[in-house]
């Protein structure tokens, strides 16, 4: 059974930092591309972040700030978050995708993180 488990979110102030993580389990670990993505209420799940064996991806309104790394002998995926804003409120979502075929794609249950003003 394939599980991802999200940890880390919580009420931050703005400028505060929070590093969320995300076990994986039932999965061979080094054959995913890891991503983190985030949702708000009414819109849509967007890429924040996504690192594979040789590279890193981050959507512009994080780079700078956001960092993810993935530390395959504990087959977790992090993402460190600096400089927090409030529009950087939202559940954040753990992606797993097999590097060759997209059939076999998992998600993780979110874990809400708030930055008050």
């Known amino acids: 059974q394939v599980q991802l488990v999200e940890s880390g979110g919580g009420v931050v102030q703005a400028g505060g930092s929070l590093r969320l993580s995300c076990a994986a389990s039932?999965?061979?670990?080094?054959?995913?591309?890891m991503s983190w993505y985030r949702q708000t209420p009414g819109n849509q799940r967007d890429l924040v972040a996504r690192?594979?064996?040789?590279?890193?991806n981050y959507a512009d309104s994080v780079k700078d700030r956001f960092t993810i790394s993935r530390d395959n002998a504990k087959n977790t995926v992090y993402l460190q978050m600096n400089s927090l804003k409030p529009e950087d409120t939202a559940v954040y979502y753990c992606k797993a995708e097999h590097l060759v075929s997209r059939r076999y794609t998992y998600w993780g249950q979110g874990t809400q993180v708030t930055v008050s003003s």
């Open positions: 039932g999965i061979d670990y080094g054959l995913y591309v």
């Open positions: 690192i594979s064996s040789s590279s890193t």
